[in-house]
């Protein structure tokens, strides 16, 4: 029989999974909203936003039971500390989606400027390594983290030269300037999310080896 310990483990790890199951659908919900594709209601999307606010505090006041009831060590105080980071940088995706589909509505002739700048690539990239934060806590696969951040180098670079080329385009068509600008804020917002489940990755390292290291020292040991 599980001990109330064990029971409270699960029950945070599950949190968790919901957290990031639902940031995750918050993210593809932008990237439509970005390539104006059907998306879901306003309303749905907006209590999902909230779900994701409830469950980060949740996941707070489990920790902190655990730390108050109980002396967890080893791997379990590790993945109690991870899950704490983990679920912060979770709400901060999902806020984040939300300024991307924000900004989208303010992105006239979207489709011209997303077609000669190739951004639905990038914007897929973005929901592919969200995709992965999520795989890589449920299976803590060190090689599910390589690839989280040899993603993130890519969005990054992607995201430096797509912002360089509108900036050009802006200077020789000022008529694209608002809609450029929009953009740009959207562009930053995805690199952003991103980082963010970059740094999910770093934790979930930190969980299953005990050991802090950067994307950037992990990829020269490759």
């Given amino acids: 029989m599980a001990s109330h310990f064990e029971i409270e483990l699960d029950k945070l790890k599950n949190v968790i999974i919901k957290i990031g199951t639902l940031a995750e659908n918050q993210l593809i919900e932008a990237v439509k909203a970005l390539l104006s594709e059907p998306m879901a209601e306003k309303k749905e999307v907006k209590k999902t936003e909230e ?5 980060d505090v949740k996941i707070d006041e489990i920790c902190q039971t ?3 009831l109980q002396q967890p060590v080893a791997s379990d105080l590790r993945f109690i500390m991870a899950s704490m980071q983990i679920s912060n940088e979770i709400e ?14 303010n992105i006239k ?3 011209d400027l997303i ?3 190739n951004v639905a690539e990038l914007a897929k990239q973005v929901e592919e390594i969200t995709v992965k934060m999520n795989q890589c806590f449920l299976d803590r696969s060190e090689t599910t983290i390589g690839e989280i951040f040899v993603l993130n180098n890519s969005i990054k670079k992607g995201t430096d030269d797509t912002i360089h080329n ?3 385009e802006m200077k020789s068509n000022s008529k694209a300037v608002v809609s450029g600008m929009n953009l740009v804020m959207v562009l930053k917002h995805l690199e952003r999310v991103s ?9 979930v390292h930190f969980m ?5 290291i950067k994307h950037e020292k992990f990829e020269d040991k490759q």
């Fill in 66 to 68: 655990i730390f108050a």
């Fill in 115 to 117: 077609v000669k700048f």
């Fill in 51 to 55: 779900k994701i606010d409830r469950l």
């Fill in 208 to 212: 299953i080896k005990a050991k802090i």
């Fill in 109 to 111: 002739d979207k489709h």
């Fill in 92 to 105: 901060r995706i999902g806020d984040l989606a939300m300024s991307v589909i924000k900004n989208s509505k």
């Fill in 166 to 168: 509108l900036m050009n």
């Fill in 195 to 203: 980082e963010h489940c970059t740094n999910i990755a770093e934790h």
